[in-house]
């Protein structure tokens, strides 16, 4: 999701209104519409998406997060009987990044989500950045065989440095941890007014993968309970984006707004068109529907990597004008 996309959409939407991302990953859109002055909701199952969505909104003392850091730097430097990187993920670090990296893990159980998400940034940064930046910021290539060292420390003062200045303090925003195909439990009912989001798309996109993973793994979290509830498994797709659908449906009004962007995917040699797929099994009517190819976008350069040249869609049920499906 590009940041400039939903600033543009969320800017034509009313200040007031509350907003829910029910699969918020790191937070883009919430990050947005605290922006605009919205009181937003996000919801993602994937904890670490979570803890870097409340990173980008929950409020913060600036000064004393940077002060705060450089304190806890000094102290992870002097620590004691530091325990050594997991052999997986080690493979991407110098030897003495990695130690660096683990000692910081330790003093972070104070951190604010603001330094925790800088702190998990700056970790793959620091993998790229071992292995001579030959790595995009969204793939990882092949591990270089003499790693580069890296100073952490100073690539997390940086990086903490370097985006708290877009800290906005709006109106706090909500993030849960949980399942959207639940949402219910936790968001009451008919109380959102727009949704707006981009769903996982079929198996497109592993959430616990490439540069998560070496991060799940630092942090000794269980990657594969983490994937379990995710949606992102191709057999199960249509039957768990149903039941999310449904479950959205109850925090919704009759005046709402729901604007999902999905794009094209290649199934077994057929296209699939999002736009198609959503429409067909929404719970809602006559969605408006506008197509883009991918222009100037991070997802251009996606599509370069794999091959592929597919379109955008935005879809937008209006349900003032649409209503609710009655079958
Ligand atoms: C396309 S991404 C959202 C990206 C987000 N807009 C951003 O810019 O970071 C889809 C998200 O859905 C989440 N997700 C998948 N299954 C989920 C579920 N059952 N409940 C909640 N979130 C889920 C994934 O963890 C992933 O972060």
Same mark, same amino acid.
């Given at each position: 999701?590009?940041?400039?996309?939903?600033?543009?959409?969320?800017?034509?939407?009313?200040?007031?209104?509350?907003?829910?991302?029910?699969?918020?990953?790191?937070?883009?859109?919430?990050?947005?519409?605290?922006?605009?002055?919205?009181?937003?909701?996000?919801?993602?199952?994937?904890?670490?998406?979570?803890?870097?969505?409340?990173?980008?909104?929950?409020?913060?003392?600036?000064?004393?997060?940077?002060?705060?850091?450089?304190?806890?730097?000094?102290?992870?430097?002097?620590?004691?009987?530091?325990?050594?990187?997991?052999?997986?993920?080690?493979?991407?670090?110098?030897?003495?990044?990695?130690?660096?990296? $683990?000692?910081?893990?330790?003093?972070?159980?104070?951190?604010?989500?603001?330094?925790?998400?800088?702190?998990?940034?700056?970790?793959?940064?620091?993998?790229?950045?071992?292995?001579? *930046?030959?790595?995009?910021?969204?793939?990882?290539?092949?591990?270089?065989?003499?790693?580069?060292?890296?100073?952490?420390?100073?690539?997390?003062?940086?990086?903490?440095?370097?985006?708290?200045?877009? $800290?906005?303090?709006?109106?706090?925003?909500?993030?849960?941890?949980?399942?959207?195909?639940?949402?219910?439990?936790?968001?009451?009912?008919?109380?959102?007014?727009?949704?707006?989001?981009?769903?996982?798309?079929?198996?497109?996109?592993?959430?616990?993968?490439?540069?998560?993973?070496?991060?799940?793994?630092?942090?000794?979290?269980?990657?594969?309970?983490?994937?379990?509830?995710?949606?992102?498994?191709?057999?199960?797709?249509?039957?768990?984006?149903?039941?999310?659908?449904?479950?959205?449906?109850?925090?919704?009004?009759?005046?709402?707004?729901?604007?999902?962007?999905?794009?094209?995917?290649?199934?077994?040699?057929?296209?699939?068109?999002?736009?198609?797929?959503?429409?067909?099994?929404?719970? *809602?009517?006559?969605?408006?529907?506008?197509?883009?190819?991918?222009?100037?976008?991070?997802?251009?350069?996606?599509?370069?990597?794999?091959?592929?040249?597919?379109?955008?869609?935005?879809?937008? *049920?209006?349900?003032?004008?649409?209503?609710?499906?009655?079958?």
């Amino acid at each position: 999701m590009s940041a400039l996309d939903a600033a543009h959409v969320i800017s034509q939407l009313s200040s007031k209104a509350v907003l829910l991302d029910p699969f918020c990953g790191t937070g883009t859109i919430i990050y947005e519409a605290q922006t605009h002055g919205m009181s937003a909701i996000g919801v993602d199952n994937n904890p670490l998406a979570c803890i870097i969505a409340r990173g980008k909104t929950e409020p913060i003392d600036t000064r004393y997060e940077l002060d705060m850091l450089s304190s806890a730097i000094i102290d992870a430097s002097l620590l004691d009987n530091v325990p050594s990187m997991p052999d997986n993920p080690a493979k991407y670090f110098h030897s003495d990044t990695a130690d660096q990296i $683990m000692r910081v893990l330790k003093v972070s159980t104070k951190f604010s989500s603001y330094l925790r998400a800088a702190f998990y940034g700056s970790i793959c940064v620091a993998a790229r950045a071992c292995n001579g *930046w030959l790595w995009t910021s969204t793939s990882i290539g092949r591990i270089n065989e003499s790693l580069r060292k890296v100073d952490f420390y100073s690539t997390l003062l940086r990086k903490a440095k370097k985006h708290i200045d877009f $800290m906005n303090n709006g109106p706090p925003a909500k993030i849960h941890a949980y399942d959207t195909r639940r949402i219910h439990e936790i968001i009451e009912e008919e109380s959102v007014d727009i949704v707006y989001t981009s769903p996982p798309y079929f198996d497109a996109l592993d959430y616990t993968g490439y540069y998560s993973k070496i991060v799940l793994e630092i942090l000794a979290m269980d990657r594969a309970s983490v994937r379990e509830g995710l949606i992102q498994n191709y057999s199960t797709y249509n039957e768990d984006m149903k039941q999310a659908l449904l479950a959205i449906d109850r925090v919704i009004h009759d005046e709402s707004l729901v604007i999902f962007v999905v794009g094209d995917r290649k199934v077994r040699g057929k296209l699939i068109k999002g736009s198609d797929f959503f429409a067909e099994i929404a719970p *809602w009517n006559h969605p408006y529907i506008v197509e883009r190819e991918y222009t100037n976008t991070a997802s251009r350069l996606w599509d370069k990597i794999n091959k592929t040249k597919r379109k955008e869609q935005i879809i937008v *049920w209006n349900l003032a004008k649409g209503g609710r499906r009655s079958d």
